[in-house]
């Protein structure tokens, strides 16, 4: 026999770089090809420098994850290898090959690097002048405010720029007496509170006097809360020598409820207000664009190195290079964080950059996350203050067992790059005729350059990112290219997916090629935006003239199927346009075939293309329009099925950290994570709680406890916060935004109550109560408190929402699913609650009425209650509102709304993947595949049959290993079903009806099995 001991991990990561954890957790997978090994004993060794660290002895039991690394207190930078050795219930012996992980920067002391400012002069004086957001005394004033400002224009001026935004809705802009167009395309009278960053107005200002006019309203009323009015503009005056005069939006005056004529020339507002700050929740800094920035330093290796690291982040987004060659394939590191709380850094292993003599270093810093408009507010700045800032140090590690340090400060060079413009939703402008070759080698000469400023320090942490790193991860063709106006390219890639396009193309200096990105066509054939709202996802390239230039963006990214490339110099071929795939490099761990039903296999693989867009750094709700923000509810809804196309573990735990970042210290958790500063601090259940969801489906998944103990006080924080105002069991106080069964099919407006939203919430927190009771128990916790509060709650819901026949709350599909999964339904009640939603299902034509909150759980209901025809029915819909209407009208993604091929525009995603949680139950119970303990030690095999669904086969590289199933059967149902489980683990096989047979033998139904493939067939197969 063969016993293989493999896929050591290291906080479920294999060669872990810069961990900060005190006590890693360790894990290993046992392969054999014996059926039924079990391992009886294992024994690790770690070791520093080929010292001892730490021998576990021999250690009796089965246990191959959750085991904590026990030796001496980590310290900064170390590397520890380790090995495990396994013994099986027979005796055979196998030693693994070694592994590794390395610490990070453990306290702030480790860092010896200065914070270098990223900024020009010019930006630098912007920042110096002071815009600011200004209003009238009372912030919910909801007066039409009229702001002007009357200045004398220099003698000398050569040219003006007049920039301005308005919260909520800018009612016009005017430029002496002139009206100017509004800047953004979109509906400013939509209930979404568009405003943010400054834009700029046309407008002829000369020499000597000279008006400017604004007409702001705030909203006091609406769905999403209301913090009042701002204002905020700037005036650039250029003069012939080259010098720049600003004027701010403080030097306005104003006056509400404006009078007759008062844009034109010469009206008097002398007696008007001076406008003081706005008292709403403004935070941000609403300059507009900067450059991106190019940072350098040299330094000499003068020894043979043996190791190099480099420890590096930003606020603002980084592409560190050594040498020219780029430190990693990371994108838009350091990523999005809660920057208040803490920044990410990124470790890279950079020896083989290293070059004995000379060497150069060299980052190109752009706006990223933390500097780009963004939220629906559209706030530059919104996480933090100005300006852009870069931090690294490089440690060199000779052979004679010295150290040599390079880092950040004032003898760092800076000059602006070719890149004008590095926005998140409005995309990259560069001009490749201000390109500087050979910035980042050694020799260069940055004479000309400025000199680093030191940046001040925030009062925030710096936080090691172990999660997966933003990648390109693939390419795409596309599929083909129209020219649907002379010389405006679109090119269909077939799918939509998230990233950009390289570009190449041969042309004159100066020719610039702009690519628009866009899920949908307008009539004509030419990319249609719209749906994007603010964002203008739009990239810009100039050319140097240099012979085949090729272009591709580093600070932005799009969700997109088609892209309007204008300005090219002559025809693109589907060659020359590639599409670039990115996002969160997590390694993909399912897959499922339905050999018989199409139309499935295509909502699984647009459910995972979703799945692939939306892994950006934190798990987002889209990614094309101006919003991809980490919504709450989103994931905790999704998270069951996610688990299995992907390794989440270390990428959910990071997004967790964010999630406690932003925890109010009532408790509360936020609906997005992380939000910008300004946008409304409100909770809402059914999002909130994904705090306390994604927690347990880790532990569920991959039987880590670590993540338990990492988010108990979190989540103990957010049951005190419900508890607190609602002493009899129902959520009625302070349930916050309460958005309820969320874009449910009869809603009308997005906020419609089709749903009782109270029912909503106390069905999530008695669940919730229902977890922490689990979680208590497996992290060592007394999990009584949280089994009473549980029976509380269901005590109170089922005497609240649930009638003797077992209808709950207004009977729709969403209540009684939740309370039906929930477990709220007294059981002699059940089966009358189940007959109501299949009773709905039926009358509505085999078609659900559910929204974001009752659609995940929908199937499983239908099938525990053995009501297969609506489960079958549902799954095999096609007409609206389905799964299958999605792909029947040409999706290749999951869409945010069942209608989202005709409803309001803004809110029509065609790329969410909230829908999708219903890949979940194909795994679980088509397949057969769902853990029966945490970790999959022990593995729940209860697969279903429907004979329209036909042949399902799944896999699924769990934590102990791969596991396979498939189904076949026939009119009369399930027939045979394969299983393979891995060593070290039992399955639990429930199969429907009796004369089972396995490997020849009668077998009942319900069995056991252990490690190995099985087969099993009915009698006569």
């Known amino acids: 026999m063969t016993l293989r001991v493999v896929d050591l991990r290291t906080e479920n990561t294999v060669d872990l770089l810069g961990t900060e954890a005190e006590r890693p957790r360790l894990s ?96 630098a004086a912007e920042r110096a002048a002071g815009v600011s957001w200004v209003w009238s005394e009372t912030a919910l004033d909801d007066r039409p405010h009229a702001f002007r400002l009357d200045f004398d224009a220099p003698e000398d001026l050569v040219r003006a720029e007049v920039l301005v935004a308005g919260k909520d809705h800018l009612r016009g802009v005017w430029v002496n007496g002139e009206k100017s167009p509004l800047d953004w395309h979109f509906d400013w009278d939509t209930y979404l509170p568009f405003w943010g960053t400054l834009a700029p107005y046309a407008g002829e200002v000369k020499p000597g006097r000279n008006s400017v006019c604004a007409l702001v309203e705030a909203d006091t009323t609406g769905f999403f809360p209301v913090d009042g009015g701002a204002f905020a503009a700037l005036i650039r005056l250029y003069r012939a020598d080259g010098s720049v005069d600003r004027i701010v939006s403080s030097a306005f005056r104003l006056m509400p409820s404006p009078p007759e004529g008062w844009t034109t020339s010469g009206f008097d507002a002398s007696g008007w207000a001076a406008p003081v700050p706005s008292g709403a929740n403004v935070h941000n800094d609403p300059r507009p664009s900067e450059p991106a920035m190019q940072l350098r330093t040299e330094f000499t290796a003068d020894q043979p190195v043996v190791a190099a690291r480099l420890y590096a982040t930003a606020l603002g987004a980084y592409d560190a290079r050594i040498n020219g060659q780029p430190v990693s394939g990371a994108i838009l590191a350091p990523e999005i964080s809660v920057a208040a709380d803490h920044v990410l850094y990124q470790v890279y292993d950079v020896t083989d950059l290293i070059q004995q003599g000379a060497n150069a270093f060299g980052a190109t810093v752009g706006d990223g996350f933390y500097a780009s408009p963004f939220g629906w507010r559209i706030e ?50 560069r001009d490749a005729r201000e390109e500087q070759p050979g910035w980042y080698l050694p020799g260069f000469d940055a004479s000309g350059w400025a000199t680093a400023k030191r940046g001040q320090n925030l009062d925030t942490r710096l936080i090691a990112q172990t999660s997966p790193l933003l990648e390109r991860t693939g390419s795409l063709k596309a599929r083909s290219v129209s020219e649907p106006l002379p010389g405006r390219y679109v090119f269909d890639f077939g799918q939509n997916f998230p990233g950009w396009v390289r570009i190449r193309a041969t042309g004159p200096s100066g020719t610039t090629i702009t690519a628009k990105f866009a899920e949908l066509l307008n009539p004509d054939g030419t990319a249609d935006l719209a749906n994007l709202r603010l964002a203008r996802a739009t990239d810009s390239f100039t050319l140097a003239g240099t012979g085949e230039e090729v272009f591709e963006p580093s600070f932005t990214y799009h969700g997109f199927r088609y892209v309007e490339i204008a300005g090219y110099p002559g025809v693109p071929s589907l060659d020359d346009i590639e599409g670039i795939v990115v996002h969160s490099a997590c390694r993909e761990t399912g897959g499922v075939t339905f050999h018989d039903a199409p139309l499935l296999q295509t909502i699984f693989d647009n459910a995972l293309w979703s799945q692939r867009s939306n892994f950006f750094a934190v798990p987002t709700d889209c990614p094309q329009r101006d919003e991809r923000m980490g919504w709450m509810g989103d994931i905790q809804v999704f998270a069951d099925a996610a688990a299995f196309n992907m390794e989440v573990d270390p990428f959910l735990r990071r997004f967790l950290l964010e999630a406690r970042a932003a925890q109010r210290p009532d408790g509360a958790y936020p609906i997005v994570v992380p939000q910008p500063l300004s946008f409304p601090d409100v909770v809402t259940a059914g999002w909130s709680e994904a705090g306390i969801i994604l927690p347990w489906q880790l532990w569920q998944r991959y039987g880590d406890t670590a993540v338990i103990d990492e988010n108990w006080d979190a989540m103990a924080g957010w049951m005190a916060f419900v508890a607190r105002t609602n002493p009899d069991g129902i959520w009625r106080n302070d349930r916050g935004l309460d958005l309820g069964d969320w874009l449910s099919v009869d809603a009308i407006k997005p906020d419609d109550e089709t749903t009782p939203r109270i029912l909503c919430a106390t069905a999530y927190w008695a669940w919730c109560a229902e977890l922490m009771a689990e979680m208590a128990e497996a992290s060592g916790r007394d999990a009584s408190e949280w089994r009473d509060l549980h029976s509380k709650i269901a005590t109170a819901f089922a005497s609240e929402f649930v009638a003797t026949d077992g209808t709950a ?84 993604t999951m869409w945010e709304r069942w209608n989202g091929d005709t409803g309001d525009l803004s809110m029509n995603s065609y790329n969410h993947y909230a829908f999708g949680a219903i890949v979940g139950f194909f795994y679980r119970r088509l397949a057969g595949i769902a853990p029966a303990a945490p970790g999959f030690r022990r593995i729940a095999a209860r697969p279903l049959w429907y004979p329209a669904i036909g042949r399902v086969s799944a896999r699924y590289e769990s934590v102990v290993g791969l596991i396979a199933a498939e189904t076949d059967g026939d009119a009369s149902g399930l027939t045979r079903f394969t299983l393979t489980i891995p060593a070290n683990t039992i399955a639990e096989v429930d199969l429907p009806g009796s004369g089972w047979r396995l490997g020849g033998s009668p077998v009942d139904s319900r069995t056991e099995v252990g490690a190995g493939t099985h087969a099993f067939t009915k009698s006569g197969e």
């Open 28 to 123: 290993w997978r046992i392969e054999s090809d014996t059926p039924g090994t079990v391992q009886a004993r294992y024994r690790i060794r770690a070791t520093s420098g080929g010292e001892m660290l730490w021998d576990s002895g021999d250690v009796a039991g089965d246990a191959s994850f959750d085991i904590a690394y026990e030796g001496p207190v980590l310290t900064s930078m170390l590397r520890v290898d380790w090995t495990v050795e396994v013994t099986d219930g027979e005796g055979n012996i196998a030693q693994s090959a070694p592994t590794w992980f390395e610490t990070g920067l453990l306290a702030p002391t480790d860092w010896r690097a200065d914070w270098i400012e990223a900024e020009d002069d010019f930006a």
């Open 380 to 429: 530059r700045y919104g996480f933090g203050p100005a300006p852009r800032r870069f931090r690294a140090q490089l440690r060199l590690d000779y052979a004679d067992g010295s150290s040599h340090w390079v880092e950040t400060g004032p003898d760092w060079r800076l000059a602006p790059s070719a890149i004008s413009k590095s926005e998140i939703y409005d995309g990259e402008t």
């Open 809 to 892: 709350g207004n009977g729709s599909q969403a209540s009684q699913v939740l309370a039906l999964f929930m477990g709220l339904v007294p059981e002699d009640r059940r089966a009358g609650a189940a007959e109501v939603l299949a009773r709905d299902i039926r009358a509505r034509g085999m078609k659900l009425s559910t929204g974001f909150l009752g659609t995940p759980y929908i199937l499983d209901v239908l099938a525990d209650a053995g009501r297969h025809d609506e489960v079958s029915g549902l799954l095999l819909q096609t007409g609206y509102p389905s799964w299958g209407y999605m792909p029947s009208q040409g999706a290749t």
